[in-house]
């Protein structure tokens, strides 16, 4: 019998289950794994019965109607060989304040719209383990993240992707750290509407983000290579 499981643990305000409206795993076998959701009165455990080869995290988050969930851990540490969907995984999370990504695996993902539209409490992110270069759409990913100060995509690479509205209404941010190939994508200044004015951008000597300093100098925002 397989005694591995798979955890993701969370945190919520007033002690209520997380449903996930979308949360589908599979095992190496391609057959679906059962998972069991365990809460109590500060939030719960999500435990799957194998080890997850491919998941469908997509609107994973979006259950929290009443704005409870506080925090998700064990995410990262996940065993994920395929996800190809983050679609609205934390949509409208507006108390999410943390959320542990830091060895999350990323590299088959196509999808990351709305990501965390509206997580309007989370005032970091960690996404230097990202592998976006399968990503096509990263449309409004991090839209009304109202507290976000910094964002740190210098591992992104945004070729042959969707930005409309990435950044829209992220009026607390100051910085963006850029790599080499985050300026691959399609922008223009309706992914920064209404970003907080006056921010850096922060480039690799000798990449060409003359496009980004223009777009985002409308906003008062300069540029600064590193």
Known sequence: PNDVHTKIFYTSTDGKTVEPRRLTAWSADASKL???NTYGENGG???F???VNMIDLSYMGYYDENNTL???DGISNMVILSLES???MFSNCSSLQSIDLSNFNTKNVVDMRWMFNGCESLKALDLRSFNTENVTDMSRMFQVCS????LDLSGFNTENTDMGFTF???SSLQDI???ERTNKGEINADTFRWIKSNGILYYPQGCDYSEWISVLGQYGWTGQEY
């Open 34 to 36: 059962e998972y069991a």
């Open 45 to 47: 455990v999500i435990e």
């Open 49 to 51: 019965n194998g080890i």
């Open 70 to 72: 506080l925090s998700f």
């Open 86 to 88: 983050g679609k609205s």
């Open 147 to 150: 507290s976000l100060q910094s």
């Open 168 to 170: 829209l209404n992220c």
């Open 177 to 179: 750290k850029a790599g």
